[in-house]
């Protein structure tokens, strides 16, 4: 089996690809992985190097949106696994447009290339609970309207609905997951969790949007990668699944557990004015995935979080060239 995974050297797609080369999903093992990575700020091959050795990893630096360079990489590809984009909503909301060239013009530049070759037996098409918009209460089921917030999450809700053209249009088994917020080892410190551990470990107060209000379900990344290979094992072509974490916090309260497991006090929150169109709550129900996949969570939120805050504390020499670029 060839898999094509785009975004590999991102913070879920190198968790992705670590996983795949050490067959720890059992319907992929064995399979040969081409990353296919532009290599923008948040892609690294540091979060590579584990595997950088393996003879079934190919590494083609490029941009999806490149069709030459697409319809060049993509045929012979049992399996596509689709992770690039832009993915930070607040660089969303300072501007829209790489958002709107990699989310919507590079996913359709990948579809096309994937119809035309034909022998994709799936094309899996990572997204995100945020193209529902906000929820008071309950949880969203994949019928559920998009309602978009943010460019960030417009973007996102304009390749899913693409991604389901494609299946309907030209009949390409494409697989659509949408995920939680996502936590874990090798996520750009820019995102609320490294952001504020690798604040904290420098002993930097950390910004809370607003109230501190707003309700997040937390992922851990193995959880989310493992959701996704479920999808690309045995997912149903056209369905929609959601990987969600059980976990449904506050921000205040995941402050609070950040602020404890690096040993720090609310003296170092500062809290600054709310995101624009900041989301209230987000909350998936994930019974589809359960029911046809036997996806569950499996990694507990405080050993996630407290193997996370001790990754970072471990590994500077990761993180600390990224602040400084960032
Ligand atoms: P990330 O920003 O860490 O990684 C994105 C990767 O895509 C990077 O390696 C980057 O170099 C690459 N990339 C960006 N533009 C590209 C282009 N034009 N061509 C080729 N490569 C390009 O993102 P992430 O957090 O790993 O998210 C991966 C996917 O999961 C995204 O599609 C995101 O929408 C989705 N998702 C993320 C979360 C989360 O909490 N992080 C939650 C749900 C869904």
């Given at each position: ?12 797609g190198s968790?992705f ?13 064995g399979?040969d ?6 290599l ?11 595997v950088?050795?393996?003879?079934r990893?190919?590494?083609v ?9 697409v319809?060049?990489?993509l045929?012979?590809?049992d ?8 993915s ?5 909301i ?10 919507l013009?590079?996913?359709?530049v ?6 035309a070759?034909g ?13 529902y ?6 949880s969203?089921t ?10 960030y ?6 390749s899913?609905l693409?991604a389901?053209?494609y299946?309907r ?6 697989v659509i997951t949408r995920?939680?917020n996502?936590?874990g080892p090798?996520?750009?410190?820019e995102k609320?969790?490294?952001l504020f551990?690798?604040?904290?470990l420098?002993?930097r ?7 501190g209000?707003n309700?997040?379900?937390?992922l851990h990344v ?18 929609v699944y ?5 976990t ?6 995941l402050?609070a557990?950040l602020l404890?497991a690096?040993g720090a006090?609310?003296?170092?929150v500062e ?5 624009k ?14 029911t046809?996949?036997g996806?569950a969570?499996?990694v ?7 193997a996370t805050?001790?990754w970072?504390?471990?590994n500077r020499?990761?993180w600390e ?6």
């Amino acid at each position: 089996m060839r898999i094509l995974v785009t975004g590999g050297a991102g913070f879920i797609g190198s968790n992705f690809v670590r996983r795949l080369l050490a067959d720890g999903y059992p319907g992929l093992a064995g399979a040969d992985v081409t990353v296919l990575d532009k290599l923008t700020y948040a892609g690294n091959l540091a979060n590579l190097a584990p595997v950088a050795d393996s003879p079934r990893l190919r590494v083609v630096v490029g941009d999806i949106c490149d069709a030459d360079l697409v319809g060049e990489v993509l045929p012979g590809h049992d399996l596509v696994v689709h992770f690039a984009a832009e993915s930070h909503v607040d660089r969303s909301i300072e501007g829209a447009a790489p958002f709107v060239t990699t989310n919507l013009v590079g996913t359709s530049v990948l579809l096309e290339a994937a119809t035309a070759a034909g022998g994709v037996d799936r094309f899996v098409h990572v997204s995100t609970d945020e193209v529902y918009g906000s929820i008071d209460s309950g949880s969203w089921t994949e019928d559920r309207p998009l309602e978009p917030n943010s460019p960030y999450s417009a973007a996102k809700a304009g390749s899913d609905l693409l991604a389901r053209a494609y299946h309907r249009t030209h009949g390409l088994p494409v697989v659509i997951t949408r995920g939680s917020n996502t936590y874990g080892p090798y996520q750009f410190p820019e995102k609320v969790v490294p952001l504020f551990v690798t604040n904290l470990l420098d002993g930097r107060r950390v910004p809370l949007y607003g109230d501190g209000g707003n309700v997040r379900d937390w992922l851990h990344v193995d959880d989310h990668c493992a959701g996704v290979a479920l999808a690309a094992e045995r997912g149903r072509p056209g369905a929609v699944y959601h990987v969600g974490g059980g976990t449904e916090l506050t921000n205040k309260e995941l402050t609070a557990r950040l602020l404890d497991a690096c040993g720090a006090g609310w003296e170092m929150v500062e809290y600054v004015s709310d995101r624009k169109a900041h989301d209230r709550r987000y909350s998936l129900d994930i019974g589809r995935t359960t029911t046809e996949l036997g996806y569950a969570p499996a990694v507990d939120f405080a050993e996630g979080l407290a193997a996370t805050v001790a990754w970072y504390r471990e590994n500077r020499a990761w993180w600390e060239p990224l602040r400084r670029s960032a």
